[in-house]
């Protein structure tokens, strides 16, 4: 099994940035595809950005804005989140793509001024 550790949210102004990290307790070298997926009150659990071998894709809603990105070597995904909007408050996951996991604990983000 594998845990999942985000960090890196908190409170950003419209148009600031945050930077999540997810640390994972094994190697995900052997998972094809890591992602973050994000879940707003009220909502169902999204998909926001996948990245695999020399593929990302990113929900129409966070393109051109986020960039995610992912280090085997450090059992790292990363996604970098800028030019934020009060519709990207949520909490923020990152999960195998293929096949979820068990989640973690996420991290909070809040947009608002």
Sequence with gaps: QVQFAESGGGAAPPGGSLKLSCVTS????????????????????ELVASISSGRV???DSVKGRFTISR???????SLQMNGLKPED??????????????????TQVTVSS
């Design 71 to 77: 280090d085997n070597a450090r059992n790292t995904v």
């Design 89 to 106: 408050t949520a909490v923020y996951y990152c999960n195998v793509v293929d096949y979820n996991l068990t989640w973690g604990q996420g």
């Design 26 to 45: 094994r190697s995900i070298v052997n998972f094809r595809t890591m992602g973050w997926y994000r879940q707003a009150p009220g909502k169902s659990r």
């Design 57 to 59: 894709t990113y929900v």
